[in-house]
C-alpha cells in the first residue's frame, strides 16, 4: 500500500469513528428521551424506575410460567398486594380470634322471670371460643331445652363479630302451685312443669294448685320437674278458664289434683268443693262434667255461695251429689283422699 493509499484509509477510518459515536449518541437520545421529554433530569426517573424491578427477578421463573413476563412491573405489585390481602382477610376470618364468641358478648334475655338464666348459660358454655360462622344453632337450641321444660322457645341471633343473643320464651304461667305437706313454693306453667319461685313474688297474681302425690312429696329434685302431663294440664286449664268466664261471682279459691285418681278439686271461699273427673278414657266426660255443674249452678248458685254445702260431686256424667252435713261429708273426703282433707 502506497502511503498516498495509508492517508485515505486512516481518514475514512477517523470519519467512520465520528459517525459510530454519532450514532450511540443518537440512539442514547431515542430512547431516554420521549419526544415530549426536554428536560435532563427524566433520564434520573427512568432509571430509579427501572431499579425498582429489581424486586422481581426471583420471581421471574415463575412469571415466565404464568405468562406475566412482558406485564407492567407495577400491575404485578399491585396484583401481590391483593393477593396478601386476600390471605390476611382470610386468616381473620378463619384463624384469628376477632371472630370467636366471647363470653362477655353472649347475653341471654328472658321473656318471663321464671326462666333460669343461669342453667341457660350452663347449656352454651361449650360454645365459647368457637368460629361465629360455624355455631351450630340447633344444637344450641336443643341443649337449652333439655335443661329446663318450661322453655317453649329459643330464638338465637348472632352479634357480630364475636357475640350471641339467646332470646328464651317460656310456656305461660297458669298456677301457683305447691306439693301438698311440702313447704315450698312454685309456678305451674301451662305444659305441666314446675318452676321454683325464688323470689317469693308474683304468687298473688296467679289462682293456687295442690298437687296431691306421695311421691312427688318424697323426690329430691322438683325444681322444673314435668309433673303433670301436658294432656292433663291442658283440661285443668279449660276448666279454670270456663268457670271463671261463665262464674265470675263465684270465688275459685284453691285447686287440687290428685293424679293418681286423676280428679280436680275445686274450693270456693265458701268452703264448697266441687269434685271433677280427668279421666279421657270415656269421650268428653269433662265437657258432661261442665255442662252438668252450670245447669246445677244456674238453678243452685246461692247455696254455693254460702257454708251450706260441703261438697258438689260431678264425676258422674249426668248427675250431681250434693252433701252438706259438714261433719260426715268431711269424714267421707279423709277417708278417701287422707290427711288433705283432715
Request: charged share 20%; net charge positive.
Amino acid at each position: 500500500m502506497t502511503f498516498h493509499n495509508k492517508i485515505r484509509a486512516w481518514i475514512g477510518r477517523f470519519h467512520n469513528r465520528k459517525f459510530r459515536a454519532s450514532v450511540v449518541q443518537e440512539k442514547k437520545r431515542k430512547y431516554l428521551f420521549s419526544s415530549k421529554e426536554t428536560s435532563p433530569f427524566k433520564s434520573s426517573r427512568i432509571s430509579a424506575k427501572k431499579k425498582n424491578t429489581s424486586f422481581l427477578r426471583p420471581f421471574s421463573p415463575l412469571l415466565r410460567t404464568l405468562h406475566f413476563e412482558n406485564r407492567n412491573p407495577f400491575t404485578l405489585l399491585i396484583g401481590f398486594i391483593g393477593i396478601i390481602l386476600i390471605g390476611l382477610s382470610a386468616y381473620i376470618l378463619l384463624f384469628s380470634p376477632y371472630f370467636r364468641l366471647s363470653p362477655s358478648r353472649v347475653v341471654v334475655e328472658p321473656m318471663e322471670n321464671t326462666v333460669n338464666t343461669d342453667l341457660v348459660y350452663r347449656a352454651i358454655e361449650g360454645i365459647y371460643g368457637q368460629f361465629i360462622f360455624a355455631v351450630n344453632i340447633d344444637s344450641i337450641r336443643s341443649d337449652i331445652l333439655g335443661l329446663q321444660k318450661q322453655i317453649q322457645d329459643v330464638e338465637i341471633r348472632r352479634l357480630y363479630p364475636n357475640g350471641l343473643k339467646v332470646i328464651v320464651t317460656p310456656y305461660p304461667t297458669i298456677f301457683q302451685a305447691s306439693i301438698a305437706f311440702l313447704d315450698r313454693e312454685f309456678f305451674l306453667t301451662s305444659n305441666g312443669v314446675i318452676v321454683p319461685n325464688t323470689s317469693g313474688s308474683g304468687a298473688g297474681n296467679f289462682p293456687n294448685l295442690e298437687i296431691v302425690s306421695r311421691s312427688l312429696r318424697d323426690e329430691l329434685f322438683l325444681d322444673y320437674k314435668q309433673v303433670i302431663p301436658p294432656d292433663t294440664m291442658a283440661s285443668i286449664a279449660t276448666v279454670k278458664q270456663t268457670l271463671e268466664h261463665d262464674f265470675p261471682d263465684l270465688h275459685f279459691w284453691l285447686y287440687r289434683y290428685f293424679p293418681n285418681e286423676r280428679e280436680l278439686h275445686i274450693s270456693l271461699e265458701s268452703g264448697t268443693r266441687i269434685l271433677l273427673s280427668l279421666d279421657d278414657t270415656v269421650a268428653d266426660t269433662l265437657t258432661n262434667e261442665l255442662i252438668t255443674f252450670q245447669i246445677y249452678a244456674r238453678k243452685y248458685g246461692d247455696e254455693l255461695g254460702q257454708w251450706g254445702v260441703t261438697y258438689v260431686d260431678i264425676r258422674v256424667i249426668g248427675e250431681v251429689f250434693v252433701c252438706r252435713d259438714l261433719t260426715v261429708c268431711g269424714k267421707n273426703l279423709a277417708d278417701i283422699y287422707g290427711d288433705v282433707y283432715r
